[in-house]
């Protein structure tokens, strides 16, 4: 009885792994698949075989799969509404949809992880503390993107920002983090 609950347990996590948008997730849930099948060796009386696969199926994989995703570019954007008035951030919920869903589009096609982080910070406070790609400020007049000069994605994102959004999009740029930002030609 308890065997057939590892049983489908096994098949629901290759299900997932298999099925799961990002790759840090299927990396855990194989994980996971690889741990439940070195318990079922365990009652199919394969002890050593167990070890082995915890050892290497469970940790060793993981931590290579890991250490391989870490070299795998995840897109960080961080978008800052730049409004208080209520009213505003009701107008601007649609145009912030619309911009998430060009923003997942443009991530997919470029097989990039997508993380957006919605933040309240100021830009200096951010190029002090964090690691992004983008900075998105997002006002009633308009977008204002700040990226990096020689990424490559975030030239790219600009125009297809620009291509697929109905509403003014500042473009700016730094060779550096302690640079001032320039504003695109």
Known sequence: MIQDFFYITLIIFAIIAIQS????????????????????????????????????????????????LKQYHIFTV?????TEDVNEIVLLKNEKEQMKYALTKFASSKELQLDI???TSSLNVLNESVSYDVVIFHSKQGIWLHGFKHSYQYIELANTLKAKLDMPIHVYYTNERDVGFVAEE
């Open 78 to 82: 961080y978008y800052h509404c730049i």
């Open 117 to 119: 982080i919605n933040t």
């Open 21 to 68: 948008g990002v790759l840090r997730n299927a990396i855990i849930y194989l994980s996971v698949f690889s741990l439940l099948c070195s318990v079922v060796y365990l009652f199919l009386g394969a002890p050593d075989v167990a070890i082995a696969e915890a050892v290497i199926g469970c940790t060793l994989s993981t931590i290579l799969y890991l250490v391989a």
